[in-house]
Nanobody
Framework: QVQLVESGGELVQAGGSLRLSCAASGRTFGIAAMGWFRQAPGKEREFVAGVNWSTGSTYYADSVKGRFTASRDNAKNTVYQQMNSLKPEDTAVYYC????????????????WGQGTQVTVSS
C-alpha cells in the first residue's frame, strides 16, 4: 500500500502563486506515475498534471499549461505542483494520485489517492 498526503492549499488572490506538495509513504517503489487532479463543487474530477516517477517527464492539461509545473523528488518521495498566475477558475480541491502501472489522464488508472487540499483563488 501507498499513502499520499497533500499540503499547501490555501486562499490566494488571483494572479498569485502556490506550491502544493504530496508526500508518499509505504510501498513507494511500486509507483510508476503520479498525477494531480482537481475537483470543483458540482464538477467532475479532472486531470491537471502528471509525472513519470522514473523519468520525471511531465504532462499537463491545456487549461494549466504554461502556468503549472509538476515535479518530483525521488529521494524525498514527494511530488510538487507549482501553480502560478492563479485564476478564480482554479479553485478546487486538489488531489494527488499514484499509479503502479502507467501514467494516464484518467482518474480510474490511479490506485492511490490523497485526502485532498483546498485551493481557493479570490478575484
Amino acid at each position: 500500500q501507498v499513502q499520499l498526503v497533500e499540503s499547501g492549499g490555501e486562499l490566494v488572490q488571483a494572479g498569485g502563486s502556490l506550491r502544493l506538495s504530496c508526500a508518499a509513504s509505504g510501498r513507494t517503489f511500486g509507483i510508476a506515475a503520479m498525477g494531480w487532479f482537481r475537483q470543483a463543487p458540482g464538477k467532475e474530477r479532472e486531470f491537471v498534471a502528471g509525472v513519470n516517477w522514473s523519468t520525471g517527464s511531465t504532462y499537463y492539461a491545456d487549461s494549466v499549461k504554461g502556468r503549472f509545473t509538476a515535479s518530483r523528488d525521488n529521494a524525498k518521495n514527494t511530488v510538487y505542483q507549482q501553480m502560478n498566475s492563479l485564476k478564480p477558475e482554479d479553485t478546487a480541491v486538489y488531489y494527488c494520485a499514484g499509479s503502479a502501472r502507467y501514467y494516464s489522464r484518467s482518474a480510474g488508472a490511479y490506485e492511490y489517492w490523497g485526502q485532498g487540499t483546498q485551493v481557493t483563488v479570490s478575484s
